[in-house]
């Protein structure tokens, strides 16, 4: 079994709060981890049972009745019904860990949840493998006042990684072909989630959508652009985003503002939060193609964003970045904002980094706020000063 990095953070929340809620895309993990966990009397029930999915969508307080806790209630979107419920059950006992659910939507997006369970629920997102997950490494976050040097990753490597994506399933079972497993993932998708969410009109139009968005990772999000490619509306563009967003299969970057700042973007940016699934979308049938293509800087840029939001929410903590774009076009790719201080990054597919790629950085010195370290990440060797404030960060610095 691959070890997880989000384990210890669910044994704290689960010794802290009442009930422990692990969300995430389907197949990441969350069960197979969860099952691994958790003590023998703890009683397990799955609303993928359409048996139970009824009784609990039309009696839940029976439902909790006959299923006591500690109660592992998995795929618990389907039945919304449960929450105050649930709610009533744990308020009656002093007793942290009564409930462990999980769903494949995100909590404070489900309609009612949060409002039910607020202060008695501990919440954490889990994604498919990252890099250090896959290469059995310690886990760590990139902490931009720490900048530390890392074992070296060769560039084959990453967008080896990016290719296959962190789908557990790909990597415990050998045998697996990866386009038949993504295809699978797909309908599978768009049977359960998409038609527990919402009525799409034309599965095949949102098949198009879903391809046309994947090809877009790391791109500014134009809902437009989006509905022109699959004739639809933009109306329906927006909803079908949300409807990704929901699900965690996409995570949108927002962009950095503040009044100091003049004729800014406000669309946030795509990012895929499983890089080989956006590869199999986009139609990438292997990695020296993608490598190679001039599609690679805004799959890699999507690569690292998501592995330091994986990264973070194995840790239980939340990454307070953004992205930088004005109407000049001029952009920073990220940003952490962190102790009042804002910290720029490149990210550039490249090992020969020029000083001339930070030169947006001084877009921020409109802002009030200090402007600590940043730098050029990216297949350089080394960590490395750049200039008396900014570096060169190796792409192992990051994920690793």
């Known amino acids: 079994m691959y070890e997880r990095n989000a384990k210890n953070i669910i044994q704290n929340i689960n010794n802290t709060f009442k009930i422990l ?37 039309k009696d839940p307080k029976l439902f909790l009745e ?38 494949s939507q995100q909590f404070h997006l489900m309609k009612n ?26 886990p760590s976050i990139f902490n931009p006042e720490e900048l530390q040097q890392k074992e070296q990753i060769n560039v084959n490597d990453i967008f080896e990684t990016i290719f296959k994506g962190g789908m557990p399933r ?18 599978t998708y768009l049977e359960r989630d998409i038609k527990d969410l919402t009525q799409v009109g034309n599965e095949y139009s949102f098949r198009q959508f879903l391809v046309s968005i994947a090809s877009r990772t790391g791109e500014q999000l134009n809902y437009s652009a989006l509905a022109n490619d699959c004739n639809i509306s933009t109306p329906t563009a927006k909803k079908w985003v949300s409807i990704l967003v929901t699900t965690g299969l996409v995570y949108l970057l927002q962009p950095y503002s503040s009044s100091e700042l003049k004729r800014i973007t406000h669309m946030p940016k795509i990012i895929f939060m499983d890089t080989g699934l956006a590869c199999y979308l986009a139609g990438w049938t292997n990695k020296e193609a993608l490598q190679n293509s001039s599609n690679a800087g805004h799959f890699l840029e999507s690569f690292i964003i998501s592995e330091i939001i994986k990264n973070y929410n194995a840790m239980g903590k939340r990454p307070n970045i953004y992205y930088y774009r004005d109407k000049e076009k001029k952009e920073i790719d990220l940003i952490f904002y962190q102790n009042n201080k804002l910290y720029p990054f490149e990210i550039k597919k490249t090992a020969a980094p020029k000083k001339d790629m930070i030169k947006n950085f001084k877009k921020l010195e409109n802002t009030k706020l200090e402007i600590g370290p940043g730098g050029i990440i990216c297949f350089y060797d ?3 000063k750049l200039d008396e404030k900014n570096y060169i960060v190796p792409i192992s610095s990051v994920i690793c």
């Open 21 to 57: 809620f692990v969300s995430g895309p389907r197949q990441v993990g969350k069960t197979t981890l969860l099952m691994h966990l958790k003590e023998k009397k703890m009683n397990y029930v799955t609303l993928d049972d359409q048996t139970l999915r009824e009784q609990a969508q």
């Open 382 to 384: 080394t960590l490395l």
């Open 113 to 138: 949840a949060s409002e039910s369970l607020a202060g008695r629920i501990g919440i954490i997102p889990l994604n498919s493998f990252s890099y250090s997950e896959i290469k059995r490494k310690k």
């Open 170 to 187: 790909i990597y415990t079972e050998k045998e697996l072909s990866r386009d038949a497993y993504f295809s699978g993932y797909v309908d």
């Open 66 to 103: 006959q299923h006591q806790p500690p109660l592992f209630i998995d795929e618990v979107q389907y039945a919304k019904e449960l929450f105050p419920y649930i709610k009533m059950e744990v308020d009656k006992h002093e007793i942290n860990g009564q409930y462990w659910l999980t769903g």
